[in-house]
């Protein structure tokens, strides 16, 4: 059973609230959980991809858990793209994050 983060960005507090029934949230848009199986991990993504349809254009979750069957060792789920805005400074091109 491996560690299972959370990330989000601009969700609805229903989205939040479901989240922080299943994990620990960490800091704020963060939540963990060190021994989510691969069951429950399944359908608390079911449960945020059916739900990330009625969130705004800005949001964004981001699943993240220890995969040893991937050559990364790492699986990954997202929904949406976190909003962001590109910027120069000392002639490099950055990006940020918007708050």
Known sequence: MPM????????????????????????????TSPRMSGAVRERVEAVLRNWFGHESTEASILMTWADTTRPEGQGLV??????????????????TLRS
């Open 4 to 31: 299972t983060v959370v990330v989000t960005v601009n969700v609805s507090g229903r989205v939040r609230g479901f989240l922080a029934s299943c994990m620990l949230q960490v800091a704020p848009g963060v939540y």
């Open 78 to 95: 997202t929904f949406g793209t976190p909003p962001y805005d590109l910027m120069e400074y000392d002639g490099l091109v950055l990006s």
